[in-house]
T-cell receptor
């Protein structure tokens, strides 16, 4: 069974540019999460989808970040315009119903120059 | 903020049992204790969770004190591949969010 896949694995962009990260959850998982770790900090929750609906987006840092999950399958996280402090590793995770076992992807490393 | 306290680092000899402590003195009755680990730069990996009874699976055992204010994750026969940062997380089952703290960096010594 395929795990959670994320693309790209690493992206290097300049300040002010736009980047879109993609996450494909495990097939059949309704819950999809985005987390991130910025340099030297702890892993922080960004938001949670249940199917195509945003269940909790309390961790989204500001309106430069936009997450979508059209059709309730894969999700995208767009950063526009990117700032230096957005550099870090963005993790996606998915889970089935009524379980705290989240399956994480390998992460997308974002470097903003 | 994380509701758990863990030692920042620990060493364990290969083949021995690794015992990782966690304090969660403010845990409430409907909160579970979860353990995840992150090996190098990979994504976090679920290990085990429990409410108040001790739990065991193919990866580890979880011992929760009777007052539930602390717990210990046990890796029975540590291998070099168990070198990772281990996170103890308190999670309300009605809240899907995981709050990661700083974790314990476990180093397995050959």
């Amino acid at each position: 069974e395929a795990g959670v896949t994320q693309f790209p694995s690493h992206s290097v962009i300049e300040k002010g540019q736009t980047v879109t990260l993609r996450c494909d959850p495990i097939s059949g998982h309704d819950n999809l999460y985005w987390y991130r770790r910025v340099m030297g900090k702890e892993i922080k929750f960004l938001l949670h989808f249940v199917k195509e609906s945003k269940q909790d987006e309390s961790g989204m840092p500001n309106n430069r970040f936009l997450a979508e999950r059209t059709g309730g399958t894969y999700s995208t996280l767009k950063v526009q315009p990117a700032e230096l402090e957005d550099s870090g590793v963005y993790f996606c995770a998915s889970s089935g119903p009524n379980t705290g076992e989240l399956f994480f992807g390998e992460g997308s490393r974002l470097t903003v120059l | 903020d994380a509701k758990t306290t863990q030692p920042p680092s620990m060493d364990c000899a290969e083949g021995r049992a690794a015992n990782l402590p966690c304090n969660h003195s403010t845990i409430s009755g409907n909160e579970y204790v979860y353990w995840y680990r992150q090996i190098h730069s990979q994504g976090p990996q679920y290990i085990i969770h429990g409410l108040k009874n001790n739990e065991t699976n193919e990866m580890a055992s979880l011992i929760i004190t009777e007052d539930r204010k602390s717990s210990t994750l046990i890796l029975p026969h540590a291998t070099l591949r168990d070198t990772a940062v281990y996170y103890c997380i308190v999670r309300d089952f009605g809240n899907e969010k995981l709050t990661f703290g700083t974790g314990t960096r476990l180093t397995i010594i050959p």
